[in-house]
């Protein structure tokens, strides 16, 4: 790493309000890894991190980390009296601008899940955002190869792309609480966990359900609307709604249940899979976007909604991931997508675009 330039790298939180969603998550893991290794940064290198976040979030990473606020002027104007060498946006979402005079602006872009809205007017308005917020940019992350290849083919981006993948994180050390009501072993049940969006398909688990009467299914998630409104909807007695899981119930699920479903119609790179193939557990998911980058040989794949076929596919495989090696080969798989490691990949990056010339 080079002394050239200025050294404060800006890692921007934009309007984010938790960190309990998916997104919420990966600013976690890069904030808290950050955290982690500023005082080295600082000490060797010279280098501060600040954090742009609102201000209820204010000091979540731990302290040694400079917190700026979020302001809604910052779409239209955003000065600091800091010039950043790097300003980094971990979401294609957010909408504050760089701060003016920001040598090198990166973005992760997690999807472009917008290009598969059925709203015609929803698809034009985002993605005119998403080229405005491409036009200033220098570096792109992609979360996987499948939106690595979106930002090529539908921004037209012709400049530096990284590919670095998603981790999950599921303590090792957490405390498992069983699910009340689903915690008798001699009758399984397979999980799905998600948002509920028409774009997460639960629409084909629950006629999966309605056509499977003997066999039992979890839907879990965050309490959205789509997810209390299927809940409403749902009424059948081989179904249950657990929202707004614990961490520890969380994991009971994943370590419990007999497979877990996730027929996602467009994914960026789709997280809960891994969780669930951290404890071994057949994952069953569909063959689109980013999904069979995700799973790999690990998995096993609907090639057709209609119940009768998807139950043939889970049969099949509840039946093969029982065996001891295929259980193994799955935490295997599950592994290379440790969090730390692709956190690690950031600094990485930081380190590389530090040691380039200043303009």
Same mark, same amino acid.
């Given at each position: 790493?080079?002394?050239?330039?200025?050294?404060?790298?800006?890692?921007?939180?934009?309007?984010?309000?938790?960190?309990?969603?998916?997104?919420?998550?990966?600013?976690?893991?890069?904030?808290?890894?950050?955290?982690?290794?500023?005082?080295?940064?600082?000490?060797?290198?010279?280098?501060?991190?600040?954090?742009?976040?609102?201000?209820?979030?204010?000091?979540?990473?731990?302290?040694?980390?400079?917190?700026?606020?979020?302001?809604?002027?910052?779409?239209?104007?955003?000065?600091?009296?800091?010039?950043?060498?790097?300003?980094?946006?971990?979401?294609?979402?957010?909408?504050?601008?760089?701060?003016?005079?920001?040598?090198?602006?990166?973005?992760?872009?997690?999807?472009?899940?917008?290009?598969?809205?059925?709203?015609?007017?929803?698809?034009?308005?985002?993605?005119?955002?998403?080229?405005?917020?491409?036009?200033?940019?220098?570096?792109?992350?992609?979360?996987?190869?499948?939106?690595?290849?979106?930002?090529?083919?539908?921004?037209?981006?012709?400049?530096?792309?990284?590919?670095?993948?998603?981790?999950?994180?599921?303590?090792?050390?957490?405390?498992?609480?069983?699910?009340?009501?689903?915690?008798? %072993?001699?009758?399984? /049940? *397979? !999980?799905?966990?998600?948002?509920?969006?028409?774009? #997460?398909?639960?629409? @084909?688990? &629950?006629? $999966?359900?309605?056509?499977? %009467?003997?066999?039992? /299914? *979890? !839907?879990?998630?965050?309490?959205?609307?789509?997810? #209390?409104?299927?809940? @409403?909807? &749902?009424? $059948?007695?081989?179904?249950?709604?657990?929202?707004?899981?614990?961490?520890?119930?969380?994991?009971?699920?994943?370590?419990?249940?007999?497979?877990?479903?996730?027929?996602?119609?467009?994914?960026?790179?789709?997280?809960?899979?891994?969780?669930?193939?951290?404890?071994?557990?057949?994952?069953?998911?569909?063959?689109?976007?980013?999904?069979?980058?995700?799973?790999?040989?690990?998995?096993?794949?609907?090639?057709?909604?209609?119940?009768?076929?998807?139950?043939?596919?889970?049969?099949?495989?509840?039946?093969?991931?029982?065996?001891?090696?295929?259980?193994?080969?799955?935490?295997?798989?599950?592994?290379?997508?440790?969090?730390?490691?692709?956190?690690?990949?950031?600094?990485?990056?930081?380190?590389?675009?530090?040691?380039?010339?200043?303009?």
């Amino acid at each position: 790493m080079s002394p050239t330039g200025p050294r404060t790298i800006g890692i921007s939180l934009g309007n984010m309000g938790s960190l309990y969603d998916g997104l919420g998550e990966f600013a976690w893991q890069i904030g808290t890894h950050v955290a982690t290794h500023a005082p080295r940064w600082r000490n060797m290198h010279g280098v501060e991190f600040h954090i742009h976040c609102r201000e209820k979030l204010a000091g979540c990473f731990g302290p040694g980390l400079t917190y700026l606020p979020v302001t809604r002027w910052q779409r239209y104007r955003h000065v600091q009296p800091v010039r950043y060498a790097i300003w980094h946006s971990l979401h294609q979402l957010n909408k504050a601008l760089p701060p003016q005079g920001a040598l090198t602006r990166v973005v992760t872009v997690h999807d472009l899940n917008y290009l598969y809205a059925k709203n015609a007017w929803s698809r034009w308005r985002n993605h005119r955002r998403t080229l405005q917020l491409i036009a200033r940019t220098d570096h792109v992350v992609a979360i996987s190869r499948y939106a690595a290849a979106d930002v090529r083919k539908h921004l037209h981006w012709t400049g530096p792309l990284d590919v670095i993948h998603r981790g999950p994180r599921l303590p090792a050390g957490v405390v498992h609480e069983p699910l009340e009501g689903l915690d008798d %072993p001699s009758r399984p /049940f *397979l !999980f799905h966990l998600s948002r509920m969006s028409y774009s #997460k398909n639960p629409q @084909a688990i &629950v006629e $999966l359900a309605a056509a499977w %009467p003997e066999q039992r /299914f *979890l !839907f879990a998630g965050p309490p959205t609307e789509d997810a #209390k409104a299927l809940m @409403a909807r &749902v009424k $059948l007695p081989n179904v249950e709604f657990r929202l707004a899981l614990t961490e520890g119930q969380k994991a009971w699920a994943f370590a419990h249940c007999a497979g877990f479903l996730f027929p996602s119609l467009t994914e960026g790179f789709g997280l809960p899979p891994v969780e669930a193939m951290m404890f071994g557990k057949p994952v069953f998911l569909s063959r689109l976007t980013s999904l069979p980058e995700v799973g790999g040989d690990a998995a096993y794949y609907f090639d057709d909604w209609s119940p009768a076929a998807m139950k043939a596919v889970v049969r099949q495989g509840l039946a093969r991931g029982a065996e001891p090696a295929r259980i193994e080969a799955v935490k295997t798989h599950a592994a290379a997508f440790d969090w730390v490691a692709l956190a690690d990949d950031y600094l990485a990056l930081y380190e590389r675009l530090l040691a380039k010339p200043a303009p």
